[in-house]
């Protein structure tokens, strides 16, 4: 069965600077890879996606992604942290046409 | 614009009653999903249809029911027998690929609460 694992319940950046959020999965054959983002009170937005080719993904809103297929991870990053970035962010793992599964997610605080 | 609607945002239940949370979506997606999140929960899948008139049960269906008569309408029912209700429900909904697994677009959301 697929799983999703994000390790950190809560991260705490200053603004400006670099950000990355960890994500693990666990499928037995290539997934598909998302990175979602919420804001309070509010649905899910997609920032990017992985399916083949290019390991490092480029995203909305200067995030990017990198599947390392060795360490089974894919980690999100942005070079330098806006305050409007604050928010929880979901990393999810999906194969062929089942739904996705997410990870519990990770709350990003940003201060000045 | 294309989008998912859900409403409505805010919903109280007694004791005993039965609600229906609506979800619409005019993006011409066929599968749709219903999903709950609690604090430190992420998002947990309560139940899913690919096509009309079909749906499964994801891994919390008990004390909810779901129909799809329509591929844009998918409303959920949280029925007496689910106990603990108060949560955050999200309705999602993607294309179908050819093997491919597709983003799942999201609506706003409907706050439970019991009175």
């Known amino acids: 069965a697929q799983s999703v694992t994000q390790p950190d319940i809560h991260i705490t950046v200053s603004e400006g600077a670099s950000l990355e959020l960890r994500c693990n999965y666990s499928y037995g054959a290539t997934p598909y890879l998302f990175w979602y983002v919420q804001s309070p009170g509010q649905g899910l937005q997609l920032l990017l996606k992985y399916f083949s080719g290019d390991t490092l993904v480029q995203g909305i809103k200067g995030f990017e992604a990198e599947f390392k297929r060795s360490q089974s991870s894919f980690n999100l990053r942005k070079p330098s942290v806006h305050w409007s970035d604050a928010a929880e962010y979901f990393c999810?793992?999906?194969?062929?046409?089942?739904?996705?599964?997410f990870g519990k997610g990770t709350r990003l605080s940003v201060i000045a | 614009d294309g989008g998912i609607t859900q409403s409505p945002k805010y919903l109280f239940r007694k004791e005993g009653q039965n609600v229906t949370l609506s979800c619409e979506q005019n993006?011409?997606?066929?599968?749709m999903y219903w999903y709950r999140q609690d604090p430190g929960q992420g998002l947990r899948l309560i139940y899913y249809?690919?096509?009309?008139?079909?749906?499964q049960k994801g891994d919390i269906a008990e004390g909810y029911s779901v129909s799809r008569e329509k591929k844009e309408s998918f409303p959920l029912t949280v029925t007496s027998a689910q106990k603990n209700p108060t949560a955050f429900y999200l309705c999602a909904s993607s294309i179908m690929g050819q093997g491919d697994n597709q983003p799942q677009h999201f609506g706003d959301g409907t706050r439970l609460s019991i009175l």
């Open positions: 999810a793992v999906g194969a062929g046409n089942t739904p996705l599964v």
């Open positions: 249809s690919q096509i009309v008139n079909d749906f």
């Open positions: 993006l011409n997606h066929d599968a």
